[in-house]
């Protein structure tokens, strides 16, 4: 049996439109009759205004929907305990 190193892979990669819009289908009607709900729009907001708005994570998922993830910002000081990697690479003139 030889390797295979590269290229498509059994059961691998996301799943087909069909298959998520059948999973969505199923968790919102599984949602419509947890709240009592007609409408798909009407479950969705007792959804979010139920579940999600109870928790911080819950908040910070439907704040990233709306705004879009924060830009992440890395700190290049690299401080630690007094020490400075700033003052290892020294540029520029040195007296």
Same mark, same amino acid.
Request: no cysteine; glycine share 8%.
């Given at each position: ?9 059994? %059961? ?34 007792? !959804? ?12 910070? !998922? ?16 690299? %401080?630690?305990?007094? !020490?400075?990697?700033?003052?290892? !690479?020294?540029?520029? %003139?040195?007296?």
């Amino acid at each position: 049996m030889e390797k295979i190193k590269g290229g498509a892979r059994p %059961n691998a990669g996301r799943k087909s439109k069909v298959e998520e819009e059948k999973v969505n289908n199923i968790f919102v009607k599984a949602l419509g009759e947890l709240y009592n709900t007609e409408t798909e729009d009407e479950t969705k907001i007792a !959804f979010v205004k139920g579940t999600l708005m109870e928790s911080q994570r819950g908040q910070l !998922f439907i704040a990233e929907h709306i705004f879009g993830k924060p830009k992440e910002i890395i700190e290049a000081t690299h %401080n630690v305990n007094d !020490f400075n990697i700033k003052d290892i !690479f020294k540029v520029g %003139n040195q007296s």
